[in-house]
Each structure stands twice: as structure tokens, then as C-alpha cells.
């Protein structure tokens, strides 16, 4: 089984900052990475397939990079909206098993 | 677009049998794609339980695989999950989704807003 491990667990950051989140598989799982952006009683929202590519409508301060094992999802001039929690997910080892990360909650500073 | 709307008992006691739909809208479950079924404990993270395909073919967590049993309704456009032999540690949001598939990607695009269940007798 492929682990997912996310860090920080949480952070807290300023409307404008720009923050960073990381993702490392506890094997390589080249770019079979996703990340998801998940509200309070509300469907996750998946922002970022395939380690970069931005899901259509996903506005462009959002961006993601790696390969392997280590992974980022980056929020640049954060924004009201952005205070979710968000999770990188494996897709690897697709269709037998899909692991995510425990998750990074954001929270205003 | 596209929606997914899980429904089903809120409260199941321990032994017995959860037991969830999701109902799709706005695309026929015929045309293509696997459905699948994630949940998440309070608390804690995102577990993945199984997806299932328009023809019944499934893939299940090996972790649930035992207790785990998904079918779909072409009929109806909706899919179901069974979870035998509860316990309190299946207390969980229970989410559906579409897994969106291609040669170059693989993903959970859509999901419900989830639905709460707790084991409790």
C-alpha cells in the first residue's frame, strides 16, 4: 500500500500570502497525483490532476509540481475562498487502490 | 453539469448492514465512466472504498473488500454501497463520486456533499 503524507497538517496565512503544501508517496508514483480542495460540508473539488494540470475553472493561483515522491501545491496571493482543507491523492496504482494524504488544513492568520 | 446526491439511514447499528445510494444527474451512468465511493471518519482523512462500472464490474479496498458490496441501477441512474457488519469505526461522511479516466489521467472529478452515517445502537 502506497502512503500518502502531507505536510504541514496545518498552517495558518494572511489573504495575499502565498503558501506551499507538501505531498510525499512513500513510493514513486511518477505524476499520478491529485490534489483536492475540501470546504465544510461540501463536495471536494479537485483542483490539480496528473501533479500540474489545472482542472478546468480552477482559477491559476493554483498550481502543482513534482514527480516520484515529492510533490507541491502552491497558492499564490491566497484569497477568502482558499481556507479549506486540502488533500493530495495517488492514483498510481489505479483501478485496485487510491490512497490520500490525512489532509492540510489552511486557516486565516 | 454534472451532480451526485447521496441518500440513506443516518444511524445503523453495530452488525448490521449501511446501506447508501447515489443518485447521478445530468449525465447517464450508461455512457461511460467508474462510480465510486469514498469516506471520511471524523477526524480524519479520506479513505477510497470502491468504484463500480455501468456493467457491475468493481474494484474494492482491500482493506473492505470482505464487507464491501457495490451494484448500479441503469434504471434508475444511480449506484449503491453496502457495508456489512458495521461497527463504530465505520462511522464516517460517506462521499460518492465519478472517477474520470484517461490515457493521461485519473481522477475523482465529481462528488456529492456527502451524507453522515453513525453506527450507535
Known amino acids: 500500500d502506497i502512503q500518502m503524507t502531507q505536510s504541514p497538517s496545518s498552517l495558518s496565512a494572511s489573504i495575499g500570502d502565498r503558501v506551499t503544501i507538501t505531498c510525499r508517496a512513500s513510493?514513486?508514483?511518477?505524476?499520478?497525483l491529485n490534489w483536492y480542495q475540501h470546504k465544510p460540508g461540501k463536495a471536494p473539488k479537485l483542483l490539480i490532476y496528473?501533479?500540474?494540470s489545472l482542472q478546468s475553472g480552477v482559477p491559476s493561483r493554483f498550481s502543482g509540481s513534482g514527480s516520484g515522491t515529492d510533490f507541491t501545491l502552491t497558492i499564490n496571493s491566497l484569497q477568502p475562498e482558499d481556507f479549506a482543507t486540502y488533500y493530495c491523492?495517488?492514483?498510481?496504482?489505479?483501478?485496485?487502490?487510491?490512497?490520500f494524504g490525512q489532509g492540510t488544513k489552511l486557516e486565516i492568520k | 453539469q454534472v451532480q451526485l446526491q447521496e441518500s440513506g439511514p443516518g444511524l445503523v447499528k453495530p452488525s448490521e448492514t449501511l446501506s447508501l445510494t447515489c443518485a447521478v444527474s445530468?449525465?447517464?451512468?450508461?455512457?461511460?465512466?467508474?462510480w465510486g465511493w469514498i469516506r471520511q471518519p471524523p477526524g480524519k482523512g479520506l479513505e477510497w472504498i470502491g468504484n463500480i462500472y455501468q456493467s457491475g464490474s468493481a474494484n474494492y479496498n482491500p482493506s473492505l473488500k470482505s464487507r464491501v458490496a457495490l451494484s448500479v441501477d441503469t434504471s434508475k441512474n444511480q449506484f449503491s454501497l453496502k457495508l456489512k457488519s458495521v461497527t463504530a469505526a465505520d462511522t464516517a461522511v460517506y462521499y460518492c463520486?465519478?472517477?474520470?479516466?484517461?490515457?493521461?489521467?485519473?481522477?475523482?472529478?465529481?462528488w456529492g456533499q456527502g451524507t453522515m452515517v453513525t453506527v450507535s445502537s
Open positions: 491523492q495517488q492514483s498510481y496504482t489505479t483501478p485496485y487502490m487510491y490512497n
Open positions: 513510493q514513486s508514483i511518477s505524476r499520478s
Open positions: 496528473g501533479a500540474s
Open positions: 463520486a465519478r472517477r474520470y479516466y484517461d490515457s493521461t489521467l485519473d481522477t475523482f472529478d465529481i
Open positions: 445530468g449525465y447517464s451512468i450508461t455512457s461511460g465512466y467508474y
